[in-house]
């Protein structure tokens, strides 16, 4: 289980970065914590010619916490995120990294990186998508934003051109009044996801948003789902479950029990929401 | 009791070394010139090889079955009547018969270089339909592993025994059917080889990680035709084995091979995704089981259709049959009743091949056994506790010889039960139940009780028909000249802590101090021949074995040092590191300096043996110890995910007389998070075709820290009456009780649902589609 053999070179800059992407011509990939494509390397479903690693480059890293929005470089670690290195404006943040498999891939693995590999079962594309954020996607020149929920376009596939990278995560801040409720169902502490699934309900914003994880391809996002809560508080009671299961049988996911533990996380995800406050 | 003799939980000698990061494992050792082996490995379950093509630049790096001229295929040749043997090539040839089967040995300077030849060869191959289920593979039209057998059977064995038709008309027939995954063993280090022929020896030299030194020297010896003297084979520190080290690897035969014919050191180490992809080896069976009982819930006998899927192949030296016999023998457990029918099938599959992994059969017995009398509870409206009080042996019945004529050597089962009952809380469980739970779970308490037979003599695995046969364990004692004491053994620690509790033995007998001790084990060049360390035996024989030894070389040291006092022996005692009389006393390193260094001074009468012995043991009656145990355990079931919590765990065992409390402690608690992992979260499961469908840790869960409550350890202590100190196997316990008790849980978790689960592991799939259905049927 060791990988093909492979060049790598640290890049200083993101245009260096964008350029060296751009040359290799699909034989390059990027590196920034690299606890997906670590393993993907070493059991050779990964043969890049050549690796980038990105990790370095300063920009990519700083995390900024302002008024109305958290910007997370793409290569700020989850333990920075669970440990509020990365600001701690939303606290919904801190409470996913927590629980992104072992502390010791959190150490390590990024945010952006997350995003970028795209797998089904991860956290963070279902976390960010909830809380409306997008990201900035950079060719080395100029740079375009996308929402996170529209950034996954398959399993293990993105919204990314030959030569960009994610550059930054933004994340919009929830209102005082705001409520939310994440939760990942695993058979164990540090598994992938069974089932996760999270809500955002922000009547200022008038903002009520739901999003499922862990299914076939990327996650479920109703950005309205006051109606699968009959349009009244949002909990587990209100769940319109049969709505549901329609809405994710269209969106492709799995049937039986599989989609039964999707809903309830959805519908334990509510009643969260209805119990905790996005600000403390 | 001395502060480091027997019964002492002495710290382990080895940890030191261990928790520094100063192990010595396969992979520490250096050898200039090594270079690395990767295994081309066969990519499906069943076809049939018609070619193997390597690149025509890879000639001398690797190396095909049409290479390995001469050396012969490993055969586990067992006694037993009617047993069909395999063959199973070194390199496959002819067919692949599993998917991972080693068909060709590729050598580079490195490992990755290594993998980037194997990438290169090719393998023209016809695809056969696969044997996937030990079921189906005894249907007549199934395809054949093997074709020259006319059938899937290695080996199908009826019990009959005391069944009348007045038992088979008994009021309560209780019927489960039961079914246990494929497993990985998953020891923290994998296998893992280095050979290097040695030219001052005049021997190949074998560095594996393997439990057996002797009998893989004698494998790796036949297969290659060489006598045994000329293989050496060092298991130096090995990180775990449970039955995974437990055989004659291909891998060890073709590392062999390859050192003798290249003349360089060659090395391999097996990784997670071979571990996976190809050894999912044990635990898969089959029970069909019924009980007949009286209205009282007191069983009259036992019927029971067993299959165990044994793969494609015999192993060396265990041999595919030894589970389905271990099955028909085990069923009875530890209750007392005459009437008992068992038919077992070892069935052979396009799996890899079956190796007894640590509790073998016992776990799934007991999962089968204990299931029945849960049922017969349910059935009849008491605590399942109270049925097994009223079937279990008694101990005013012991020595107890069951309906397999298995002889209990004592100890009171219903006792460990009621304490276990006691410790768990099934009354404080029951309030609960009745309360609910504000988070909407479902609690439940559960409970499985077994005797473990360990530390199997001979007579017992002569009629299990072994390829290998124990009979006298040996242990080497040797006075150094400064007094200190060497103790060599034939059995393997790889995880066990015999450095430290062979120290315990002797210094029992001789009173040396145990920091003087030092025992050396894992060559094959300096220790007696064993089959080494499985099956719960090494304590009972090898300690055996070490005291006997000890007891000796205590005598020949009492004569010298009597001597050296002018005294009668017979008026001097050894101990504490002295021979002493009333009035006087000698140092053993007087007596070693007498014998190595100033001779002129020995007793004219001496005993020309000197200060080192060999000695033998057997146990006085050697149909095994029987430990025996009650696990209880509460879980908290949420029925919406069908995710179990394990809340509180007890374990109350007797394993005799305990040689150090705090490994056996140790033992039990590991034991019992690998049985954890049977009951709730390991499976290979495998595709129509074969393909195991677990590739890596994220396929296949372990149990974590996170899943394992502080489990509650309890003692009795019954010692043997068959060996030295009263010691009884106690290694494999842990792993027998938990998915037995862990099935009774959740049953009694989800009885209020109507649902009963049968079979392991217990994931949420299993339970959410139990839980669908009976909430389908109760709506219909």
Known sequence: ?280 | MSATGVGASVARTEDDRFLRGRGQYVADWRVPGTREVAFVRSPVAHARLRAVRAPEDCAGTVFTAADLRGVKPVRAITSIKGFKLSSEPILATGKLRFVGEVVAACVAATRAEAEDLAERVELDYEELPAVTDMLAARRPDAPLVHEEWGDNVFIETVEDRGMTEAVLAAPLKITREIRTARQCMFPMEGRGALAFRDDRLRCLTLVSATQMPHIVQLGVADCLGLPDSAVRVISPDVGGGFGYKGLLCREEVVLGWLAQTLGHPVRWLEDCREHLGANANCREHHYVVTGFADRDGRLLGIDCVAHVDAGAYSVYPTSAALEASMVASLIPGPYDFRAYRCRSAAVATNKCPILPYRGVGRTGVCLAIEAVMDGIAREIGVEPYEVRLRNLVRPEQMPYDNVMGRHFDGGDYPEAVRRAVAAIGVEAIRARQTRGESDGRLIGVGLAVFCEQGAHGTTVLASWGRPVVPGYEQAIARLTVDGDLEIRVGTHSHGQGHETTFAQVAHEVLGVPFARIRVMQGDTLYTPFSTATWGSRSMVMGGGAVAEACRILGERIKAIGAWLMQADPADATVGDGCVRTASASVSFAEVARAWYLQPQHLPPDVDTGGLEVTAGYRAKRDSGTFSYAAHAVCVAVDPETGLVEILDYVVLEDGGVLVNPMIVDGQVRGGTVQGIGTGLFEAVSFDAQGQPLASTLVDYLLPGAGDVPEIRVLHMETPSPNTTFGAKGIGEGGAIGPPAALVSAVNDALRPLGVELQGVPLGPERILAAVAAARASTSA
């Open chain 1, 1 to 280: 289980m060791k990988p093909v053999a492979f060049e790598t070179v640290r890049a200083a800059s993101l245009a260096e970065a964008s350029r060296l992407l751009r040359e290799a011509g699909g034989g390059a990939k990027l590196v920034a914590g690299g606890q997906s494509l670590g393993p993907m390397l070493n059991l050779r479903l990964a043969r890049p010619r050549l690796l980038i690693d990105v990790a370095g480059i300063a920009e990519l890293t700083v995390a900024v916490d302002a008024a109305d929005q958290v910007v997370l470089g793409s290569c700020v670690t989850t333990a920075a995120v669970e440990d509020g290195r990365a600001g701690d404006a939303i606290p919904m943040l801190a409470e996913v990294a927590g629980h992104v498999a072992y502390r010791a891939v959190r150490n390590r693995g990024t945010v952006g990186g997350s995003l970028c590999h795209a797998d089904p079962a991860a956290d963070w594309p279902t976390a960010l998508a909830a809380l409306g954020a997008d990201v900035i996607i950079s060719d080395g020149r100029t740079e375009r934003s996308v929402p996170v929920a529209g950034f996954a376009t398959g399993a293990f596939e993105t919204a990314l051109a030959p030569g960009e990278i994610l550059v930054r995560i933004r994340v919009p801040v929830p209102s005082h009044s705001a409520a939310w409720g994440w939760v990942k169902l695993t058979r164990k502490a540090g598994e992938f996801a069974l089932a996760n699934a999270a809500v955002l309900v922000d009547h200022e914003r008038g903002i009520c948003r739901i999003a499922i994880g862990a299914l076939r391809g990327p996650p479920l996002v109703v950005g309205d789902a006051r109606g699968l809560f009959g349009g009244g508080p949002v909990g587990a009671g209100a769940l319109d479950r049969v709505a549901l299961n329609r809405l994710l049988g269209a969106h492709g996911g799995d049937g039986g029990t599989e989609r039964a533990l999707h809903v309830t996380a959805l519908a334990r995800a509510a009643d969260r929401a209805a119990a905790v406050r996005s600000r403390t």
